[in-house]
């Protein structure tokens, strides 16, 4: 006679974990996702809206182009920083490498992550002083150089605006796809590559048609994590610009802040949130989807 089966005590330790994910992100989402179907100003009672809020949404033009700021964000995030990180993981792994050794390269990948790491609050603060039109150093920099004609208040004019806090968020962004990259490549076998010069590949014949096969899943994960960081960005704007000016650098996360405490449209920022929310998740579930995908076919 067997013994019962005695049930998994591991189940246990998902407990805290779990328990702290519906106090944190279900039981908030579910309240958040009641709320925008009222109306309300954070204060008395909620009168139930039904989906006018939803409605109202569809017809505001201020909130598709905070919509349209974020996929300018996405570039500046996701696609530039996973372009710009593979060429450089690339020149770090075969070239520094190779002729400088590792501890240069350590050296080197720690300096590309350091803006990770450090506050979006201290970052935005320095890249203001940075950009600022009377004495930041960019503008110093140009007049001493002879190019004073390309001085601009780069977080003040609505023509640059956008684009300055694109190009903080590259600088930002770059060392996560440049740290994960350069694990990938440390995976890819390296007979492959040398089978392929043997033939006469050339280094980028090789990197095309050997790296970046191999290290499919790691571009995966970089474009969905950035991806996902680009929509919900919110600190750099609220630091460098606070959407200004005139909108030109609103984005949906903040665009759903002033609704909620300045302009104290409780219902209808909370409909902003169900959105970017259902939005964000859609996108991974996809992203997610189609990685599995291609982890499952055949080499």
Not at 16 to 36: D, E, K
Not at 159 to 179: E, I, K, N, R
Not at 278 to 298: F, H, K, M
Request: aromatic share 14%.
């Amino acid at each position: 006679m067997t013994a019962p089966r005695r049930p998994s005590s591991y189940a246990l330790f998902l407990v805290p974990g779990v328990l702290a994910f519906l106090a944190v992100v279900i039981v908030p989402f579910l309240m958040n996702t009641g709320v925008s179907f009222t109306s309300w100003q954070g204060v008395g009672t909620p009168e139930w809206a039904g989906l006018a809020n939803y409605r109202e949404l569809l017809d505001d033009s201020a909130f598709w182009e905070s919509f349209r700021h974020s996929l300018f964000m996405v570039v500046a995030m996701a696609a530039l920083p996973t372009a710009v990180g593979l060429v450089l993981a690339a020149a770090l792994f075969d070239f520094v490498g190779k002729h400088f050794g590792s501890r240069i390269t350590a050296v080197l990948r720690a300096c590309f992550y350091l803006p990770q790491v450090l506050p979006i609050a201290v970052a935005g603060i320095v890249w203001s002083w940075i950009l600022a039109p009377d004495n930041g150093s960019l503008n110093e920099l140009l007049g001493a150089v002879g190019l004073s004609g390309w001085q601009q208040d780069w977080l003040g004019d609505p023509d640059f605006a956008l684009y300055s806090v694109m190009g903080v968020m590259v600088w930002v962004q770059l060392g996560f796809p440049l740290v994960v990259f350069m694990a990938g490549l440390e995976r890819v076998d390296p007979q492959l590559h040398e089978a392929a010069e043997l033939d006469g590949a050339g280094w980028w014949r090789r990197f095309w048609h050997i790296t970046l096969p191999q290290i499919r899943p790691e571009i995966s994960v970089v474009l969905t994590w950035c991806t996902i960081a680009a929509l919900k960005v919110f600190g750099a704007v609220y630091v460098l610009t606070k959407g200004g000016p005139g909108g030109a650098t609103d984005v949906p996360s903040y665009f759903s802040f002033t609704t909620f405490f300045e302009k104290t449209q409780v219902g209808y920022g909370a409909a902003i949130s169900t959105v970017l929310t259902v939005l964000i998740l859609t996108l991974s579930l996809i992203a997610l989807r189609l990685q599995n995908r291609q982890e499952e076919e055949p080499s």
